[in-house]
């Protein structure tokens, strides 16, 4: 496999997928040119392609910071359509100050809980990875996972921090092979594995309280009917 030259091709499962193929977006938060989020995250759309998804890559140069712009802007259209397209998510943040980056949270900001009577994350499935310039932590993947379980996405149990991030891709942006890279490997599968064990599945994630809710605005709405 010339394209993932540090995978095993025989140790690599590919899913029996019915149907279309998975639909997988990918957010890293990082603008710089030698970014090694979007690196890690390039290689996370590699292995995902070859595991059988379609794969979209967020870019969030020329998004405006939350509350800074209209929703119509066209950065804010961009990312909040991609949400809709996907069925499972890659968050890759750096961490910097011991925190995800103001580049990841604004992409995560800009997305909210409903849009109209559409939730554009509930039930999404979501890995996550980072990678840290010194030793390695997990201080962004804990701060992500916490936004993936407000936003109401099936987040994954396994997840990816690459430390040093600076001495495992060579010169031309490509991870080199390590432990590091064959975590990507299981949080690529994993994601995989559960976007088709939830497609398709709703109840695995509707809420008794928004039933409860919807069928109380619908009595309410048929009762007003009725009284006019």
Known sequence: ?????????DLLRLP???GRPPRILLLYGSLRERSYSRFATL???RLLRHLGCETRIFHADGLPLPDDADADHPKVQELREACLWSEGQVWTSPERHGA???VMKSQI????????????????????????GGSQSFNALNQM???GRWMRMVTIPNQSSVAKAFLEFDDVGRMKPSPYYDRIVDVMEELV??????????????RYSERK????ELSARVNQKNAT
């Open 1 to 9: 496999m010339p394209d993932l030259p540090n995978v095993l091709p």
């Open 16 to 18: 029996q997928i019915d």
């Open 43 to 45: 290689e996370a759309e």
């Open 100 to 102: 995800m980056t103001g």
């Open 109 to 132: 900001d800009w997305i909210p809980l409903a849009l109209g009577s559409v939730r554009p994350t509930q039930g999404r499935t979501l890995a996550l990875m980072q990678v840290s």
């Open 145 to 147: 996972r916490i936004l």
């Open 193 to 206: 594995k559960f976007t088709l064990l939830t497609r398709g599945r709703p109840d695995l994630t509707d």
């Open 213 to 216: 809710e919807t069928a109380e």
